[in-house]
């Protein structure tokens, strides 16, 4: 990627520093994946609608039987924002006990404080997400973002409030970033240069993973630059979320609504190539998201064809190029998962799902929640003064922001609870 102009990363850092500490914008939020065929051969996806899939017990049996044979949980995972060593062995402890952590889109502080309070009250981790767009929005949208600059200071200015509160949450907290395109990249590279600078001081990154979204390149390529950065993140222990296949619908400015549905399904030897190039990385480590139909957004049922099977056949087919006893030797992670099945939701982390993005849904509750609040006192938002309760009544308690953006946490927070109850992550700590 071209050099960046803009600021010094150590003024950038202690520009965040001072903007986590007032960054209080509304929110709303941005966001999948898995694998196919037991032949190297590919199969179309008539033949994988009628693949045969394994039963899925009922949600409430399947949570309790995640529940009485948790193992315990890794000394290494504690309260706080989890990187390196901590974040390899909490991904291990949730595929080892079938769970998955929401992987949830944020815009500010409002979002990301919803995340961990819904993560408290289910007593399980979180992944808080910051995309290009929601680092910018953190900013300020009014700012230039020449050079992405507004993106990465915004990013970071997240990155710190949640490393300034996480601990008094008592979860574990992964800070994330969503899909990366080959352009944006230089996004990417501000946000290593700020993880570099806050290894050195505090010998772990300032954000525990990244994403990049190369599924438009070809494979040869997506996963030769996926390796370079590797490369780069294992040096201070970041974590690499690469994508396989296409995720269709509109995200965040990006549109795949259009794609060929052919793209929508990752095949298994691409998986095979993936996992064997990004292993040749020293201390790398990676999680793949590998599309099995996944679409952002929600849609009508029938619209969207989710083949989770793919999943369970792609580990079986790496268990056996690689010769191991392990049947899982692949992290997967599930991307578009609002209005997706709670049958193919608990079918995909079966197959070794460690996570799943969460946008739309959260992204609706967060407005339902302001809805609800203007409905409920409507005639106490007309004016500053006049109410039901008399003419020159003030209605200032009504009108300030914070009640209507408490009432869009908490609606986000309950919805957060109901996901982390699909994803069988219910008192796993």
């Known amino acids: ?11 950038m850092l202690r520009t965040c520093v001072a903007a986590a500490a007032f960054v209080a914008a509304a929110d709303a939020f941005a966001p999948g994946s898995a694998f196919l065929g037991t032949a190297p051969a590919a199969r179309s996806t008539a033949q994988l609608r009628a693949a045969p899939r394994a039963a899925v017990a009922p949600k409430v049996s399947m949570m309790a039987e ?17 990187t390196g060593q901590a974040l390899k062995d909490l991904l291990q402890y949730a595929q080892d006990n079938e769970f998955a952590m929401p992987g949830v889109n944020i815009v500010g502080t409002n979002s990301i404080n919803a995340c961990m309070e819904a993560a408290a009250k289910y007593g399980g981790p979180i992944m808080v997400t910051f995309s290009k767009g929601g680092g910018q929005f953190i900013a300020g949208k009014g700012l230039d973002n020449k ?14 409030h949640v490393r300034a509160v ?61 390796k370079k950065y590797l490369e780069r993140f294992a040096k201070c222990n970041v974590l690499l979320e690469m994508e396989l296949g296409v995720t269709g619908g509109e995200e965040d400015g990006v549109d795949n609504s259009e794609v060929d549905s052919s793209r929508l399904y990752t095949q298994p030897e691409e998986v095979w190539y993936t996992y ?15 599309s099995f139909g996944n679409v952002h957004g929600v849609y009508a049922p029938g619209n969207v064809d989710l083949q989770p099977v793919i999943l369970h056949n792609t580990q079986e087919y790496i268990q056996k190029k690689l010769g191991c006893d392990d049947k899982k030797p692949v992290k997967f992670v599930f991307h578009g998962g609002s209005g997706s099945s709670v049958d193919d939701i608990q079918y995909a982390i079966k197959a070794g799902v460690v996570k799943m993005n969460i946008d739309t ?69």
């Open 66 to 82: 995640t529940k009485a044979k948790l193992t315990k949980l890794p000394a290494s995972v504690k309260p706080g924002v989890v």
């Open 147 to 160: 050079d992405d600059r507004a993106s990465i200071a915004g990013s970071i200015a997240g990155a710190l």
């Open 361 to 429: 849904d959260t992204q609706w509750s967060f407005w339902d929640g302001i809805r609800g609040y203007e409905a409920k006192h409507r005639e106490y938002l007309q004016g500053q003064i006049g109410n039901p309760e008399g003419a020159a009544k003030p209605n200032k308690k009504y009108y300030d922001p914070r009640m209507s953006l408490r009432a869009a946490e908490e609606a986000m927070r309950d919805r957060l609870v109901q996901a982390a109850k699909d994803l069988n992550c219910i008192n796993v700590l």
């Open 166 to 226: 996480a601990e008094l949450y008592g979860v574990p907290v992964v800070l994330h970033t969503d899909h990366c395109q080959k352009a944006w990249l230089p996004w990417i590279d501000g946000l290593m240069d700020a993880n570099e600078k806050y290894f050195k001081e505090h010998g772990e990154p300032l954000f525990s993973s990244h994403m990049l979204d190369l599924s438009e390149e070809s494979l040869e390529e997506n996963v030769g630059i996926c």
């Open 1 to 11: 990627a071209a050099p960046r102009a803009g600021p010094p990363i150590v003024t």
């Open 276 to 290: 064997e190039e990004l292993s040749k990385v020293p201390n790398g480590q990676f999680t793949v998201a590998a």
